[in-house]
């Protein structure tokens, strides 16, 4: 689970979710040879595969998100990607039928059929470019998520029992148990550069296995979260807490992530035993995707931790729920689901790395995915080093995310899809009136998310606003170290 697409995306077995980051970012990777969608799949497959495709590294981020927008507003913004993102599907499995038959074929294919090789590049870059941002987000929550569990107290979500009875330091960087910020990154480093270095994706895709369960826990942890907070009424009494309309694009920008299953689609849907139930199964496959990401959003919204609405828009929650803070019943839980976390990153991390290098090698290099040791190590300590460099600088998962969501939602979501319907329906004399104008919509749309996305965000305030002003860096020292006491330095 964690966003990830949600490449290596036509992999029906990594679940990239939570932690990971799913479908929500993975694009297309020729690798037959290590994936083949079993033919003759039921429905019900097709649409599993769909919906754990596209569970990703954004599903972390979506209190926050929805914090921003309001989240009533959120939830309005959020029906409007799903429907655009399920529709441009439908239009790639709609032109890609003459494709479908070739075991390789994918969307940098049909791209290339309609627009050559820049099509092609185009696509290629792009794809990357998402993934690449994908590793960035599991390099940062796996770094978190070990800092967190080294540094605090089991009552506050962490293993450091010398900390337990200490009540004298207010960071997570002055715990006894605490090593310095900058380590933290390179033993994420130590255990995934091995793995990203391997010749076959085959060890990493049965280390992947476990993502469905870690998806789990962690939407386990985030309702049980909502019912022990319960509900805060101010969520409906504020307005500006339920609508904000100058910062509701970052929805936009993260749902396109969220929903970026286009690179993959058609290696997924080309396993259907009953291609006739393909537009079903696809609608499912959203509509699934579309509620647990909602509920995730919404849910820490309308019953925040400890009723601390302002927490949500913290420079915490922009890295993830499990940086808030939270009661002391549920210190076991956020354990669990931080392990869990740190157990996806830790597994999707490496995959995103070998995507990149792999698809690097094939298209342009040495033309097959494993030219040998010395190029493979090289490669991946490049792309290691521009993970590691962002992460250091403290760049927020949210930032990352949504500008990569709008980024390569604006080619393969909106953009690709749309001109392949203008030329097809042009060369077939049916480009009416009303085709051009969907055309167009797609396209503004997406340049639209792109542009919302250089905008600065315009926190929620109200001048009749009951909430207290609480920051999770600003705190007394008190008898005990509550769990508002404790700051997680990104």
């Known amino acids: ?9 036509h992999s029906p077995v990594l679940p990239l979710a939570p932690g990971a980051t799913g479908s929500s970012t993975l694009p ?23 919906w754990n495709t596209m ?19 959120a939830l309005a913004c959020s029906v409007i ?52 941002a994908a590793a ?7 770094s978190d998520m070990l800092q967190s ?22 960071k997570v960087t002055d715990s006894p148990c605490a090593v310095p910020s900058l380590l933290y990154p390179l033993i994420v480093l130590a255990v995934v550069l091995p793995l990203a270095n391997l010749p076959s994706i085959r060890l990493l895709a049965k280390l992947n296995t476990v993502g469905v369960f870690c998806f789990m826990i962690i939407l386990g942890f985030a309702y049980a979260s909502a019912a ?9 009494r504020q307005p500006h807490l339920a609508r904000n309309p100058a910062s509701a694009g970052i929805v936009f920008g993260i749902f396109s992530l969220s929903f970026f299953i286009h690179n993959a689609v058609m290696t997924i849907m080309r396993g259907a035993a009953r291609p006739s139930n393909n537009r079903r199964d696809l609608f499912i496959a959203f509509a699934l995707t579309w509620l647990c990401y909602v509920s995730m959003g919404v849910s820490a919204n309308i019953c925040p931790p400890l009723h601390d609405l302002e927490a949500l828009g913290s420079d915490e929650a922009k890295n993830g729920l499990l940086a808030l803070q939270q009661p002391a019943e549920m210190a076991p839980m956020l354990v669990l689901a931080r392990v869990a976390v740190l157990i996806q990153s830790l597994t999707v991390y490496p995959v995103l790395l070998f995507i990149v290098r792999s698809q690097l090698f094939t298209a342009f290099i040495f033309h097959r995915p494993y030219p040998g040791p010395l190029p493979t190590f090289i490669i991946s300590c490049a792309q290691a080093a521009i993970t590691t460099t962002l992460v250091e600088l403290g760049v927020n998962i949210s930032d990352v995310l949504k500008v990569a969501g709008a980024g390569g939602g604006l080619v393969c979501v909106f953009g690709l899809p749309a001109l392949i319907h203008a030329k097809v329906s042009h060369e077939k004399g049916e480009l009416t009136l009303l085709r051009a104008i969907v055309v167009l919509l797609l396209i503004a749309f997406g340049l639209f998310t792109v542009v919302m996305q250089l905008i600065p965000s315009a926190e929620p305030s109200s001048a009749n606003s009951t909430l207290p002003n609480v920051s999770l860096h600003n705190f007394s020292n008190s008898s005990a170290l509550s769990p508002s006491e404790v700051s997680l330095r990104h």
């Not at 439908?90 to 290339?112: C, H, K, R, T, V």
């Not at 569990?149 to 207010?170: E, S, T």
């Not at 022990?228 to 409906?236: K, P, Q, R, T």
């Open 1 to 9: 689970p964690l966003e990830p697409p949600d490449a290596l995306c």
């Open 28 to 50: 297309m990777l020729r690798m037959s040879e290590n994936f083949q969608h079993a033919q003759g799949t039921s429905s019900i497959g097709i649409i599993f595969t769909l």
């Open 55 to 73: 569970m990703g590294s954004t599903l972390l981020v979506m209190p926050y998100t929805f914090q921003q927008a309001g989240w009533l507003l």
């Open 81 to 132: 990607c799903a429907i655009i993102a399920q529709f441009t599907c439908g239009l790639i499995l709609n032109y890609a039928q003459g494709l479908m038959a070739n075991p390789s074929a994918e969307f940098a294919d049909l791209a290339s059929m309609h627009f050559g090789e820049v099509g092609r590049l185009v696509t290629f870059l792009t794809g990357n470019i998402v993934v690449l």
């Open 136 to 142: 960035v987000s599991m390099h940062k929550y796996s």
């Open 149 to 170: 569990l080294i540094a605090f107290p089991p009552r506050h979500g962490g293993f450091c029992y010398a900390a337990d009875g200490d009540v004298h330091w207010q």
């Open 228 to 236: 022990v907070a319960g509900i805060e009424m101010d969520a409906f």
